[in-house]
């Protein structure tokens, strides 16, 4: 029994040692990690998005589809057009853009995930109740819209072209929409967009910060720990693509209406605001249409998410930066 303070205090020594220090950072430290979880984040978007591209290309083609056309029904057929029609390199069509807008967004996403959660929550994150966490998701999903929102329809308007190519890369695009709409013309579409995103960025966010609490192990060498990591993003992509797909939908035809002919996507009717659009497109084409081309954006969200949420991570693990630092204030020395 005389051993066994001993013991405690030595047990409670490595603890300490290995624990994360919540002193705060030197600024350029502080600046290090945040450059390094700002890194791990646009890599992890960027490789998700490329992996899944094909698949985020026919969702969009499928979503501003004309009424009564069949074109692109069907996973297999449409993909099997896409290709006829464009080659191999049509499932990577805007996928350039994508990964320009992708990388920033998934960048900003990540950290003021863990930015919010911070100033929100405060320290103890492992006990935070799901309306904070909530909270926290949300207001991720409007800064991160808001910031790369341009990227967001230009990447749009140049996925939806099929066969010759109305605008021939970013920068052409925007200023084409700047030349015919002025600077608003880049932020079309940007209330729905915030409606739409800011529920599904904190359901997806939400979720997998909770699942991960519970059934994630500590050890990353226990057993199947990638797989259930990955089930863990797949999980939390189907449950915020499942339940907001509708409002992505209405976001993607008001950014994309009234496009010149040759954009994929001209046919659209003129819509006079967000709700415009949503009766327009019930009374033309039934509820269903609001889950028009849901199947593949779930084909395409689940392991899209999977994929993003393993790989940042991982390389949160192997980068060595400190998530919970991202809120706090440097040190004045």
Known sequence: MAGAPAATTAHGAAAAATAPSS???SPADAAWNTTKALSAGAFAG????TVTSPLERLKVLKQVQSHGSSKYDGIGRALMRMYKDEGLLGFWRGNGTNVVRIAPFSAIQFVSFDVYKGLIIGDDQK??????????????????????????????????????EHYRGIVHAMRSIVGREG?????RGLGPTLMGIAPYIAINMTTFDLLKRRYLPKDRNAPYFTLINLGLGASAGF??????????????RMQLQGLEAGTGAHDLPA????????????????????????VP???KVVPSMAIAFTTYEFLRHHMDFDPSKLSKAPSAG
């Open 239 to 252: 449950a915020a693509a499942a339940t907001t797909y509708p409002t992505d939908l209405i976001r993607r």
């Open 46 to 49: 960027a490789l998700s998005r």
């Open 183 to 187: 600077i608003g013309g880049l932020y």
């Open 271 to 294: 819509y006079r605001n967000t709700w415009h659009c949503i009766t327009e497109t019930v009374r033309t084409e039934g509820v269903r249409g609001m889950y028009k081309g849901l």
């Open 127 to 164: 006990n935070a109740s799901f309306v904070k966490t909530f909270s926290a998701g949300a207001l991720t999903g409007m800064t991160a819209s808001t910031i790369c929102y341009p990227l967001d329809l230009v990447r749009s308007v140049l996925s939806v072209q099929t066969g010759s």
């Open 297 to 299: 954006c779930v084909l």
């Open 23 to 25: 002193a705060p950072l």
